[in-house]
């Protein structure tokens, strides 16, 4: 298998997973807990952080997703909600910075923390803009369950240290390993 059709495999499942994940929390909530739930952040920096540019996809079909699942909320709330989740990009800047260092997993924590701020301060200062304001510091509490599961998912995920790796380097480092391991 090529890494490009490994590439739309990985994409398409992540994508779908999360949109999934996201439309049972949104509509039914986790343990009975009725507020907004969501996993849209880690998974669309996990899938930056896997394929780089191409999991903007991911973060595109997150943001639609969300557009689909929350159709029947205030719609300056949903415009404002998933404008700022196109925010989860900008961690294509940064994300390179942080790629081969030895505490790569503390930097990943760290860059979610950024990236889930700027996601949260976008959507805020939306609401503001569409009129639909809302105290920071409520707007912060209410997104801290989330942020908190957002943290869980990506420690669960690093405990399987394929998934928070650049996919292409990682596949043609085993592509040349296996090679090498034939011609012994």
Same mark, same amino acid.
């Given at each position: 298998? @090529?890494? =490009?059709?490994?590439?739309?495999?990985?994409?398409?499942?992540?994508?779908?997973?999360?949109?999934?994940?996201?439309?049972?929390?949104?509509?039914?909530?986790?343990? %009975?807990?009725?507020? /907004?739930?969501?996993?849209?952040?880690?998974?669309? $920096?996990?899938?930056?952080? #896997?394929? #780089?540019?191409?999991?903007?996809? @991911?973060?595109?079909?997150?943001?639609? %997703?969300?557009?689909? @699942?929350?159709?029947?909320?205030?719609?300056?709330?949903?415009?404002?909600?998933?404008?700022?989740?196109?925010?989860?990009?900008?961690?294509?800047?940064? *994300?390179?910075?942080?790629?081969?260092?030895?505490?790569?997993?503390?930097?990943?924590?760290? $860059?979610?923390? %950024? !990236? /889930? $701020?700027?996601?949260? $301060?976008? *959507?805020?200062?939306?609401?503001?803009?569409?009129? +639909?304001?809302? =105290?920071? !510091?409520?707007?912060?509490?209410?997104?801290?369950?989330?942020?908190?599961?957002?943290?869980?998912?990506?420690?669960?995920?690093?405990? +399987?240290? *394929?998934?928070?790796?650049?996919?292409?380097?990682?596949?043609?480092?085993?592509?040349?390993?296996?090679?090498?391991?034939?011609?012994?």
């Amino acid at each position: 298998m @090529t890494i =490009a059709k490994l590439r739309i495999i990985d994409l398409a499942v992540f994508s779908l997973l999360t949109i999934i994940i996201d439309f049972v929390l949104g509509r039914y909530g986790l343990f %009975g807990l009725r507020m /907004y739930l969501s996993v849209s952040v880690c998974m669309g $920096l996990m899938m930056i952080i #896997r394929w #780089r540019k191409w999991g903007i996809l @991911t973060v595109i079909v997150i943001v639609i %997703g969300h557009m689909i @699942t929350f159709w029947n909320n205030n719609l300056l709330v949903l415009i404002a909600h998933s404008l700022s989740l196109l925010g989860i990009i900008l961690a294509i800047i940064i *994300e390179p910075k942080i790629r081969n260092k030895t505490n790569h997993f503390e930097l990943i924590i760290f $860059l979610y923390s %950024g !990236i /889930y $701020l700027v996601v949260v $301060l976008l *959507e805020w200062m939306f609401l503001f803009l569409f009129g +639909q304001e809302i =105290a920071l !510091i409520n707007h912060l509490f209410n997104h801290s369950v989330n942020f908190m599961l957002g943290l869980f998912i990506l420690f669960l995920i690093s405990l +399987q240290k *394929e998934l928070l790796l650049d996919m292409n380097t990682y596949l043609i480092e085993k592509s040349k390993e296996r090679k090498n391991e034939k011609s012994n």
